[in-house]
């Protein structure tokens, strides 16, 4: 891999509000990028600032009427044609600038794409990405632009096999829907099962349809989850599976919200989890457009990210959180000593029984992890 670690500055998004009794919280990037630059790590990266999205780059997954009814009600005003883009719900709530604010994202996370895909950039972060649930025609679940299709397109136009990755512990439904059909981008989705959290979907059984048959993998786990078998689906699942795809780029989700304590989903993973994965990831040496996500624990979100990139960097940081970063946290109520957690965890039985049956279920009948391959092309 070429080029430097490119991350783009987020904080130009950390003014907008999805409002006070909101879970996803813009100041959770400002938080982030503060614990990251006291532990040097801006420095040794390249930080380039966000650019809006064209429409045309979202018009690749986006319907037109969708798009001007979430420019219309960019004042923050509420409108009654929002009903049926599921706009102004308590999840997708009309802000003063959701359209700016959602084409920003979008735009940094094509430029992410660009940078990996003109090697500008061996990886390129965008703390502020991951809206993986948005759908064609409405928003959902926090999402109103989905930036990973975005980002995927982008890179479709210079790499021929694409992997996605999502570590969020909600399914990654948005960027399933997109790819469904089509050979040329696997997802794989990690996530709580659907019978527990939302979205509902991504059961194992989902793995893609006509031409895309095999190149979508999903791995539901039930609540609890601990590292024990989360390590092991990364070992026996991801793994392989991407030995058997061989991609050429990849696009990661890498929502905090699997870390244990997280208050709307219902894990129990440590730093441990999520660091392994990271590995993986760069492990691969191809182009790598990084993306962030759900997390709604915000002390886990910035020790997350900030481990990630220390990562990326090659650089290994200090578990001790600067007693600078403290100062300017304490006006958020957020409380951080270390980064790392001290042991990994494991499961109760129920849960190790279950994923032991979705591992068994998937080797025996994914395409791309079952020894009878029926994997067209
Ligand atoms: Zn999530």
Not at 134 to 152: E, L, Q, T
Not at 362 to 367: F, G, M, T
Request: charged share 20%.
């Amino acid at each position: 891999m070429q080029g430097p670690v490119v991350c783009v500055n987020t904080e130009p998004l950390w003014k907008f509000d999805y409002g006070p009794a909101h879970p996803l919280k813009m100041w959770r990037l400002k938080l982030t990028q503060e614990l990251q630059r006291l532990y040097g790590l801006l420095e040794q990266a390249t930080i380039v600032e966000p650019r809006p999205a064209t429409e045309e780059e979202v018009l690749v997954f986006h319907d037109p009427d969708y798009l001007t009814a979430l420019a219309e009600l960019d004042d923050g005003v509420w409108k009654p044609n929002a009903v049926r883009y599921g706009l102004g719900t308590p999840d997708c709530p009309v802000m003063v600038g959701v359209y700016t604010a959602s084409m920003l994202i979008a735009g940094a996370s094509a430029q992410a794409a660009e940078l990996v895909a003109n090697r500008q950039a061996s990886i390129a972060f965008n703390m502020a990405g991951g809206l993986h649930h948005a759908m064609p025609s409405y928003a959902w679940g926090f999402c109103y632009i989905n930036d990973p299709v975005v980002a995927i397109h982008k890179l479709l136009q210079q790499f021929n096999r694409i992997a996605y990755i999502d570590i969020d512990a909600h399914h990654g439904d948005g960027v399933q829907v997109a790819f469904y059909g089509d050979p040329r981008v696997l997802t794989i989705s990690l996530h709580e099962n659907g019978r527990y959290l939302f979205p509902g979907t991504g059961f194992e059984h989902e793995m893609g349809e006509g031409e895309g048959r095999g190149f979508a993998l999903n791995i539901p786990f039930l609540p609890n989850a601990g590292d024990d078998v989360y390590l092991r689906v990364l070992d026996e699942i991801v793994a392989p599976a991407l030995e058997a795809f061989q991609p050429k780029a990849i696009v990661t989700q890498l929502g905090a919200d699997a870390l244990h304590d997280d208050p709307i989903t219902h894990w129990n993973l440590t730093t441990f989890s999520y660091l392994r994965a990271v590995q993986l990831f760069k492990e691969l040496k191809v182009p790598w457009v990084a993306l962030g996500g759900g997390g709604y624990n915000i002390a886990n979100v910035c020790r997350a990210w900030t481990l990630v990139l220390a990562e990326m960097l090659g650089n290994p940081v200090p578990d001790h959180v600067p007693d600078e970063w403290r100062k300017i946290a304490q006006p958020y109520g957020v409380l951080l000593y270390r980064l790392r957690d001290a042991q990994p965890t494991s499961s109760p039985p129920s849960v190790r029984a279950d994923i032991d049956r979705v591992i068994q279920w998937l080797k025996e009948h994914h395409p791309l992890l079952s020894n009878r391959s029926n994997l067209g092309g």
